[in-house]
């Protein structure tokens, strides 16, 4: 998973020193560029060619076919690489949309909760945190807990 959808450092310190988890501690934003798509025909195909060129956004638990709820307009969440204000950044297949007017390109606003993330991912990304742990580096996770090595 980037790093861009790990906890917050706040929400991962406050999580280990509170008894009571402050649920609020684990809110982010993330802005991330999207694609809109007028046209429902060209949903699909364009989906396939952005799916191949790593373009869309591919992140657990994160549908990447949105709906606007004013307009109903579908859009596709695209990957934090590519910059909406960038040509440069953009594929064959996301120039020649945005040329012939299928596609428009928008940033929108991801907006994650406490429930987003499992314990063992918080937990996770707080030994990545540290990296080695008491002279001992993480190596993985069993059904006992987790496995170190020296």
Same mark, same amino acid.
């Given at each position: 998973m980037p790093s861009l959808f790990h906890p917050p450092a706040v929400a991962r310190i406050a999580a280990t020193a509170?008894?009571?988890i402050d649920r609020s501690a684990f809110a982010k934003k993330i802005t991330l560029p999207r694609?809109?798509?007028?046209?429902?025909?060209?949903?699909?195909?364009?989906?396939?060619? =952005?799916m191949r060129s790593c373009e869309m956004l591919d992140a657990p638990k994160i549908d990447p076919i949105l709906t606007d709820k004013t307009t109903g307009v579908k859009s596709l969440a695209l990957a934090p690489?590519?910059?909406?204000?960038?040509?440069?950044?953009?594929?064959?297949?996301?120039?020649a949309g945005v040329e012939t007017g299928d596609l428009k390109l928008a940033s929108w606003e991801l907006a994650l909760g406490y429930?987003?993330?499992?314990?063992?991912?918080?937990? =996770?990304?707080?030994?990545?945190?540290?990296?080695?742990?008491?002279?001992l580096t993480y190596d993985g996770w069993t059904?006992?807990?987790?496995?170190?090595?020296s």
């Open positions: 509170a008894k009571v694609v809109m798509i007028p046209d429902p025909r060209n949903i699909a195909p364009y989906r396939k060619q =952005l690489t590519v910059d909406v204000d960038r040509p440069d950044t953009w594929s064959e297949t996301l120039r429930d987003y993330w499992s314990y063992g991912e918080s937990r =996770l990304s707080k030994v990545r945190e540290r990296g080695r742990v008491g002279g059904d006992d807990g987790w496995k170190w090595m």
